[in-house]
């Protein structure tokens, strides 16, 4: 009698990845919107809207590069930037290599498209493996499917929408970040790395050249985050 093999996803695992990611997804909506809305007051049109949400998924280097966006457009920091807002995902990758390793590269590769924090998180917290890649790849689709609702509630209501700031629209991207960095930590080392990106971003955006910040504070976040005893003694085997 064959044993069943728990390291392919099937049908099932992505379907109850996609079920069990839904409702979070939800809050997704509103930060697609803000973003739908932003990029039309930045001048894009519609379908480059659209094409951006879908093409690159992720939120906060989208924000990030509205502010580079313009007539003529800075190559070379808009890559920087969006390498450096998602430099995480290299070792969000390399964390959930173990579960990847059996499958083909090509499948290994597409089921990381759908890579965020939120499915990643939540594919970590355990299961099989096939239970995992079904919470990686069903729950990003999820996260997807409600990041183009709402980038395309935005495009549709965006052009009358003549001030964000009245809605609070403005603020989503803060809140998000916000978020992300209280979320369940109970350990207050987690605001050293945080506090430490701060100060150097505002420092840079005193000193450097505009749009340095960004690039800036993520860098000293990570060096002091790699620094920090408590990340060198997880790192020791």
């Known amino acids: 009698m064959t044993r069943p093999d728990t390291s392919r996803p099937t049908l099932g695992h992505l379907v109850d990845g996609f079920r069990r990611m839904a409702p979070l997804s939800l809050f997704v909506i509103v930060f697609g919107l803000a973003f739908g809305v932003a990029a039309l007051q930045q001048g894009l049109s519609a379908?480059?809207?659209?094409?951006?949400?879908?093409?690159?998924?992720?939120?906060?280097?989208?924000?990030?590069?509205?502010?580079?966006?313009?007539?003529?457009?800075?190559?070379?920091?808009?890559?920087?930037?969006?390498?450096?807002?998602?430099?995480?995902?290299?070792?969000?990758?390399?964390?959930?290599?173990?579960?990847?390793?059996?499958?083909?590269?090509?499948?290994?590769?597409?089921?990381?498209?759908?890579?965020?924090?939120?499915?990643?998180?939540?594919?970590?917290?355990?299961?099989?493996?096939?239970?995992?890649?079904?919470?990686?790849?069903?729950?990003?689709?999820?996260?997807?499917?409600?990041?183009?609702?709402?980038?395309?509630?935005?495009?549709?209501?965006?052009?009358?929408?003549?001030?964000?700031?009245?809605?609070?629209?403005?603020?989503?991207?803060?809140?998000?970040?916000?978020?992300?960095l209280v979320g369940d930590k109970r350990d207050l080392s987690v605001l050293l790395p945080w506090g430490a990106a701060a100060l150097a971003a505002l420092a840079a955006m005193a000193w450097l050249p505009p749009h340095a910040h960004v690039i800036v504070g993520a860098l000293a976040g990570g060096v002091v985050g790699l620094l920090m005893p408590t990340a060198r003694k997880e790192a020791s085997p």
Do not use: K
Request: one cysteine or more; hydrophobic letters at 55%.
């Open 47 to 180: 379908a480059e809207t659209l094409l951006m949400s879908g093409l690159v998924f992720a939120g906060a280097a989208q924000f990030a590069t509205l502010e580079l966006w313009g007539d003529t457009i800075p190559l070379l920091p808009l890559v920087a930037i969006t390498l450096a807002i998602n430099a995480r995902h290299l070792l969000m990758g390399a964390a959930f290599y173990p579960h990847l390793r059996d499958l083909s590269s090509g499948r290994r590769y597409a089921s990381l498209l759908l890579l965020s924090d939120a499915n990643w998180a939540m594919a970590m917290s355990g299961g099989t493996t096939a239970a995992r890649l079904g919470i990686l790849v069903g729950g990003g689709l999820a996260l997807w499917s409600t990041w183009m609702i709402g980038t395309g509630l935005g495009v549709a209501f965006g052009s009358g929408i003549s001030e964000p700031d009245r809605f609070g629209l403005d603020a989503i991207m803060g809140c998000f970040l916000l978020a992300m």
